[in-house]
């Protein structure tokens, strides 16, 4: 089975604090996506990644920085974490090759305080 | 990728066939219908696409329509474990680093 983990389940952080939420994937698929969910706006893309070291901004990546520095692993950064970045952060991985179904993880419930 | 319109939300009783809409009159020849679930507190996950003939998987059953206008997707035997939020997307099958867009979906609340 294709997995997607997030580091975290739930997360609580303080404002200004620097965020790390990671993303790893075990399929070798090139394309990795970050989305925020939040209640009556459904899933809003961030960024997202097609290979190493490339990344393209979404429709919301203000606050927002990515790393991809290797291909299984997709790193989503808060650079000074605010409360209107609470919210639940989706990743996910889809293959360039064959189908193109998109996998996520469980994702992370993140709250800022 | 297409628009599409869905319910914002349905009840179904348990046992009975869930059968969700989903209109995409903008449709494309070489677009799919693709859809996805999410139940509360996961990620999405992926159900069945089909281009233009009806699908069916140990899931659910895609029947689209011979203008390829609209679609349905059918629960056969819904459950309580199926509630949860369904989206339908439309999207070429091979549509390279594009991301998936998802609209605010159909509210399945299955019923006992």
């Known amino acids: 089975d294709v997995k997607v983990t997030q580091s975290s389940r739930y997360l609580v952080k303080r404002t200004g604090e620097k965020v790390f939420l990671e993303c790893v994937q075990d399929?070798?698929?090139?394309?990795m996506f970050w989305y925020r969910q939040d209640p009556g706006l459904g899933l809003r893309l961030i960024y997202f990644?097609?290979?190493?070291?490339?990344?393209e901004k979404g429709d919301i990546p203000e606050g927002y920085s990515v790393s991809r520095e290797k291909k299984e692993r997709f790193s989503l950064i808060l650079e000074s974490a605010s409360t209107n970045q609470t919210s639940m952060y989706l990743c996910?991985?889809?293959?360039?090759?064959?189908?193109?179904?998109?996998?996520f993880g469980q994702g992370t419930r993140l709250t800022v305080v | 990728d297409a628009k599409t319109t869905q319910p914002p939300s349905m009840d179904c009783a348990e046992g009975r066939a869930a059968n969700l809409p989903c209109n995409h009159s903008?449709?494309?020849?070489?677009?799919?219908v693709y859809w996805y679930r999410q139940i509360h507190s996961q990620g999405p996950q992926y159900i069945i696409h089909?281009?233009?003939n009806n699908e069916t998987n140990e899931m659910a059953s895609l029947i689209i329509t011979e203008d390829r206008k609209s679609s349905t997707l059918i629960l056969p035997h819904a459950t309580l474990r199926d509630t949860a939020v369904y989206y339908c997307?439309?999207?070429?099958?091979?549509?390279?680093?594009?991301?998936?867009?998802f609209g605010k979906g159909t509210r399945l609340s299955v019923i006992a």
């Open positions: 996910a991985s889809r293959s360039l090759q064959g189908a193109t179904e998109a996998f």
């Open positions: 399929m070798d698929h090139e394309n």
């Open positions: 990644s097609y290979d190493v070291k490339m990344k």
């Open positions: 903008t449709i494309s020849g070489n677009e799919y």
């Open positions: 089909g281009l233009k």
């Open positions: 997307i439309v999207r070429p099958r091979y549509s390279g680093n594009t991301p998936l867009v």
